[in-house]
């Protein structure tokens, strides 16, 4: 069992669980407001500098969990395709394209946020993301799209999934009580913005 899941971390599919997906024939499309745009493999991911963040992921419906996240940093592959200047948000698509969500471009670059694929030194399964995801810690949870296949470069800002049934636009972490999922779903409480530690 991973680790994700011996701590019985929440699993969130409002599309619906995608089954099992192949790692090995992965790809990101990465399309939009950039000179360079490419189709990046599995085995491209896998040549470019690695990245790892201990890091909490912490969702609205008010959980947290932190672990050490492997992959790459957004920012290399945004690197790679040579973004236009009037990019101004990165908005990504799981899986059958279903779900969607949008980041501003600022938070893009941070150096936490991430695709992701390896919690605590284990890839990740379909479950929680895999074969890869975002990761950002600085806004809540549903920004961080899991089994990504397309990142596209906008112009201009586009609700996603969970923007157009209610949930905020910016994402921004809002203070409260908050289950720590490391120690046994305890419950603490939180900060506004990235979750580094609780506040209790
Ligand atoms: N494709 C997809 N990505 C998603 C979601 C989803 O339903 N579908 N849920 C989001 C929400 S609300 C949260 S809190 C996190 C939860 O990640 P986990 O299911 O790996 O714990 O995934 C986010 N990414
Ligand atoms: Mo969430």
């Given at each position: 069992m991973s680790k994700l899941a011996s701590m019985n971390t929440p699993i969130f599919w409002a599309e619906g669980h995608p089954g099992k997906l192949d790692r090995e024939s992965w790809t990101i499309e990465v399309t939009g407001s950039c000179n360079k745009p490419r189709i990046f493999s599995w085995q491209d991911l896998l040549v470019l500098p690695p990245a790892q963040e201990i890091a909490r992921l912490t969702s609205d419906t008010r959980w947290s969990v932190k672990g050490l996240w492997s992959g790459v940093r957004l920012s290399t592959i945004l690197d790679e395709v040579d973004?236009?200047?009037?990019?101004k948000f990165v908005r990504f698509w799981s899986h059958r394209l279903i779900y969607d969500t949008s980041i501003p471009l600022d938070i893009a670059l941070k150096p936490k946020t991430m695709v992701a694929w390896e919690f605590d030194n284990e890839l990740l399964d379909e479950n929680y993301g895999g074969p890869v995801r975002i990761m950002t810690?600085?806004?809540?949870?549903?920004?961080?799209?899991?089994?990504?296949v397309k990142i596209e470069l906008m112009d201009y800002y586009q609700p996603g999934f969970w923007e157009l049934r209610?949930?905020?636009?910016?994402g921004e972490i809002e203070a409260g009580p908050c289950l720590d999922v490391n120690e046994g779903h305890k419950l603490k409480r939180i900060g506004g913005g990235e979750v580094v530690e609780f506040l209790d």
């Open positions: 973004l236009l200047p009037s990019c810690p600085y806004l809540w949870g549903y920004k961080s799209a899991k089994c990504l209610g949930y905020t636009d910016s």
